[in-house]
């Protein structure tokens, strides 16, 4: 006697051995014993053989006509016997009984289990809906392969169109869309993004690496929701001045500006003048909300997302040729010895007389040219003045500097300007220290130092950069951080530095703006009625908020730079360019700040020039190919005599920079070897409309 059997959601069947109360002992056709307890038993049947019963019950259970069974079935539960009998019209034989109920088990939209070998036909509508589903389904998945082969083929499907970025960077992994362009890319070895560029999805890398970083950062968009301006603030004071800026031609948010006033007493009185957006925005406000989501204007080559709306930004910039509001911070000198005889800090309109530019500028005010009185330009007097009184507020800090025991501040910097349009990027190299950069970043030092000893003075915390005394190792200890009291900087070489020049970009600046007009209207009492009060925890939430947006955004910036000096070795067919040794296997291009690791670089001088081969590059992952073509002689001399002519191998390395940071790049990686540097401080107290991201030593 044989036996038909459940056991783990299968059906077998087998010999009959032994029956010993509830069980039975059945020997498979493979001559394995198991056993089966008598509720899984399903069917006892002399004949056929048991695999011969399974394959004639597999076919009969192929030709069931389902729809037809399910209407036999009726409404009530039964067994399969019963049903296989009014289905065949006779007593069912053993390979009909078990194909009609493997016909059973697998319909389950047709007919619910509801024990071993019991079933019920689903209801009508129950039975509708599951065909729809499953007809749905089939159509998916026949979309789906649709998707697949016009993906294959590098087309784009029209249904890609409208999310084509959301599959890429925050996709539904559920739907067949995800699913098409994840198995495409699988066949075609490669990633999402690459075939999403090939098929037209994304019109470029640049696009790419745009669009990646709007999902993160600006998932629902850039644009401003509508709003109303505040009116600029009249009732103020006009000052007796004609203030200046100075800024890189593209510069649109114009924070600063400078006036210098021959008091007839025969002193000086130096004017810096910050845009002041604080008068007319309060804290808690509409605008308020929007520039704390956004903490800082993003910058990008050729490109930049402001902080605040474009309106409000064109209300209150220092623009030429109007009275502006501004915070002004008046300090009084004696020019025979430049000593600083008293400061001033008001609110008041400030006469913008000039916006002067870099790019028209800097040729001509050059440390020969101020020294010799050469040159004709706007305000060359004014300039030649602020020129003696900032060497000597740089020398002061840079003894300040030295009596933290920091060596002095390095000045051999490069700057690196892009410029692009329609497509076609400049990269322009400009060193620091030059008299107008320095200018400005010198006076805008003076300015957030004074105005956070202002702070400090009447007890209303503020936003600080405090550098130095940190806990931990050197780098740790030289990091700069951001805090809510009066620290030193001692990288600046400065007993307090708060970011207070550039309230129409930064949020920290605002918030610093806030609080020195408190200090100048209320006086002793500004503790009590400043919008942030001491200890206030909200003002610790700015700090970290800003901490995190203001790194991010610099990643961005860092990552659209390598894109940009990408597109500028294509556009120029850089093949074989020179580079600068950094340190250990790390190296820049002279010519764009573009900075390669070569692992397994022989062991070179920094600063020490190399000639290198190109190989390839890439802008999706931004990713360079090179090999050293060239030593100078005596370098090649001195190494070939270290590694011997067996070694001349190592002259070779691949360069694959994926996330590596700019090695010569701010504060941190300074610090990182050992001495931290004020110069990306310094360039960002300039309040250029480009962070430093692409300095260079």
């Known amino acids: 006697m044989n036996l038909l059997f ?44 048991p695999q011969e019963l399974l394959e004639q019950a597999q076919a009969i259970a192929a030709e069931v006509d389902l729809d037809f069974l399910w209407e036999v079935a009726g409404e009530e539960e039964f067994g399969f016997t019963e049903l296989a009998a009014e289905y065949f019209g006779h007593a069912p034989l053993p390979p009909e009984a078990a194909g009609l109920l493997l016909c059973l088990h697998h319909a389950p939209i047709y007919f619910y289990k509801k024990g071993r070998g019991r079933y019920k036909a689903a209801p009508q509508a129950s039975l509708q809906a599951a065909l729809a589903g499953l007809e ?25 169109r409208p999310i084509a970025l959301q599959l890429l960077f925050k996709p539904d992994k559920n739907g067949i869309e995800y699913k098409a362009l994840d198995a495409a890319a699988k066949e075609l070895q490669t990633t999402p993004q690459r075939l999403m560029l090939a098929a037209g999805g994304v019109a470029s890398p640049k696009d790419l690496h745009y669009a990646r970083f709007l999902h993160e950062f600006f998932p629902r968009g850039t644009g401003f929701p509508a709003i109303d301006i505040p009116a600029p603030t009249t009732d103020l004071p006009t000052a007796d001045v004609q203030a200046f800026s100075i800024d890189d031609v593209t510069t649109t948010e114009i924070d600063d500006a400078l006036s210098v006033t021959r008091l007839a007493d025969g002193k000086l009185r130096v004017g810096i003048h910050i845009a002041a957006p604080g008068l007319a925005i309060k804290r808690g406000d509409a605008i308020d909300a929007m520039a704390r989501a956004r903490m800082s204007t993003v910058y990008m080559p050729g490109e930049k997302i402001t902080m605040l709306p474009d309106d409000l930004v064109a209300t209150y910039t220092l623009d030429a040729g109007a009275a502006r509001p501004a915070l002004s911070l008046y300090a009084t ?116 130092s004074t105005w956070g000893k202002l702070m400090a003075d009447h007890g209303v915390p503020g936003i600080y950069r405090a550098q130095g005394g940190g806990a931990g190792g050197w780098a740790a200890k030289m ?31 605002l918030v610093n703006q806030w609080q020195i007009l408190a200090c100048i209207e209320h006086g002793v009492t500004a503790p009590l009625v400043a919008p942030f009060k001491p200890r206030d925890a909200d003002l ?18 860092s990552t659209m730079e390598r894109y940009w000096c990408l597109r500028w070795l294509a556009q120029e067919n850089a093949r074989t360019v020179e580079a600068v040794v950094l340190k250990d296997e790390i190296l820049r291009l002279v010519d764009i700040p573009l900075v390669l690791r070569m692992p397994g670089l022989p062991q070179l001088a920094r600063g020490l020039q190399v000639k290198l081969d190109l190989l390839r590059w890439d802008e999706v992952d931004l990713s360079v190919e090179a090999r050293l073509l060239e030593v100078p002689a005596a370098a090649a001399q001195a190494l070939a005599t270290d590694l011997g002519e067996d070694d001349e191998e190592l002259l070779e390395g691949m360069a694959a920079l994926g996330s590596e940071e700019d090695a010569s790049s701010d504060e941190a990686t300074d610090a990182g070897e050992g001495e931290p540097d004020a110069a990306a401080e310094t360039e960002a107290a300039a309040d250029g409309e480009n962070p430093p991201a692409a300095a260079a030593q």
Request: charge should be negative; aromatic fraction near 10%.
């Open 333 to 448: 000198l004696d020019p025979a010895s430049w000593e600083v005889l008293a400061t001033e800090t008001r609110a008041e309109l400030v006469p913008i007389a000039a916006n002067l530019r870099h790019n028209d500028l800097d040729d001509l005010v050059t440390e020969e040219a101020l020294a010799e009185n050469r040159g004709d330009y706007p305000h060359k007097d004014e300039i030649a003045l602020l020129w003696q009184w900032v060497q000597l507020l740089e020398q002061g800090r840079m003894a300040k500097r030295e009596a933290f025991g920091l060596r002095p501040e390095q000045n051999n910097r490069v700057d690196f300007n892009f410029y692009v349009e329609n497509d076609v990027v400049s990269i322009v190299r400009r060193r620091r220290g030059a008299p107008l950069d320095k200018i400005v970043a010198e006076l805008m030092i003076f300015a957030n």
């Open 136 to 160: 749905k389904k089939k159509q998916q998945l026949l979309a789906q392969a649709a998707y697949v082969e016009e993906l294959k083929a590098h087309k784009l499907p029209e249904a890609f």
């Open 6 to 49: 459940e056991e783990s959601g299968d059906f077998k069947a087998g010999s009959i051995m032994t029956q010993q109360g509830e069980s039975y002992q059945v020997e498979m056709a493979s001559g394995k014993r198991t056993k089966v307890k008598s509720r899984d038993a399903l069917l006892q049947f002399a004949s056929p053989a």
């Open 479 to 509: 990091q700069v951080r951001m805090v809510t009291h009066a620290a030193p900087h001692q990288g600046l070489g400065v007993d307090q530095y708060a970011w207070s020049t550039s309230p129409l970009r930064r949020y920290t600046d």
């Open 540 to 557: 610790f939430a700015i700090v970290s908020g800003f901490d995190a947006a203001y790194s991010g955004y610099a990643d961005f910036q």
